[in-house]
């Protein structure tokens, strides 16, 4: 990252720049092209990390808007702070969803194009899903279900996915441009 000329350049862990669909709520079959349990967690963790990468970086552009009492700050008030320090509630110490800062990103910095929101969809499977394989098959699936209604005796699949590489890829990339978004966004400020 370099502070000084507003240019944040997140760590993509894969660049995956060649795969260009995307989607959202949806079941996802990608051709076999089968992982070892040692890939799975690679790309596992390059799509963790280029999403965290992701919500840092809009909550250091946002704190760059004019009032914002990180202003300049960099997170300097927190980023090497001791448990217990008091620090000033700013979009970097805020409890904002990821859907709450791509709302108000988009809102304030009118980025061409506008960040998905299917990217929050994409966070939640990953974040709350669940992970598993049958005992026939090679790849992982990631299953994320709604949050039931009060009551309710069923509950709906919001999204499905069979983790395959080509899936984690293509993801990976989708995440890094909503990165570049937000770069080209903060460059403007």
């Given at each position: 990252?370099?502070?000084?000329?507003?240019?944040?350049?997140?760590?993509?862990?894969?660049?995956?720049?060649?795969?260009?669909s995307?989607?959202?709520?949806?079941?996802?079959?990608?051709?076999d092209n089968?992982?070892?349990?040692?890939?799975?967690?690679?790309?596992?963790?390059?799509?963790?990390?280029?999403?965290?990468?992701?919500?840092?970086?809009?909550r250091?552009?946002?704190?760059?808007?004019p009032?914002?009492?990180?202003?300049?700050?960099?997170?300097d008030?927190?980023?090497?702070?001791?448990?217990?320090?008091?620090?000033?509630?700013?979009d970097?110490?805020?409890?904002?969803?990821?859907?709450?800062?791509?709302?108000?990103?988009?809102?304030?910095?009118?980025?061409?194009?506008?960040?998905?929101?299917?990217?929050?969809?994409?966070?939640?499977?990953?974040?709350?899903?669940?992970?598993?394989?049958?005992?026939?098959?090679?790849?992982?699936?990631?299953?994320?279900?709604?949050k039931?209604?009060?009551?309710?005796?069923?509950?709906?699949?919001?999204?499905?996915?069979?983790?395959?590489?080509?899936?984690?890829?293509?993801?990976?990339?989708w995440?890094?441009?909503?990165?570049?978004?937000?770069?080209?966004?903060?460059?403007?400020?």
């Amino acid at each position: 990252m370099d502070w000084s000329g507003k240019t944040f350049n997140a760590a993509a862990p894969n660049d995956d720049r060649n795969l260009s669909s995307r989607y959202s709520n949806a079941s996802i079959s990608f051709e076999d092209n089968s992982m070892d349990k040692q890939q799975h967690a690679i790309h596992l963790g390059g799509l963790v990390g280029n999403l965290q990468s992701l919500e840092i970086a809009i909550r250091l552009a946002l704190a760059q808007l004019p009032g914002s009492p990180a202003k300049d700050t960099y997170g300097d008030d927190f980023r090497n702070a001791k448990v217990g320090t008091l620090v000033p509630v700013s979009d970097l110490s805020s409890f904002a969803s990821l859907r709450e800062l791509i709302k108000v990103f988009n809102e304030k910095l009118s980025p061409n194009p506008p960040l998905d929101l299917a990217l929050v969809t994409l966070r939640d499977a990953i974040a709350h899903g669940r992970v598993f394989a049958g005992p026939d098959e090679e790849e992982f699936r990631v299953v994320k279900f709604e949050k039931p209604q009060r009551g309710a005796t069923q509950v709906a699949v919001e999204y499905s996915a069979v983790m395959t590489e080509a899936w984690f890829m293509e993801n990976k990339a989708w995440v890094r441009d909503a990165i570049e978004t937000v770069d080209r966004a903060w460059g403007k400020l």
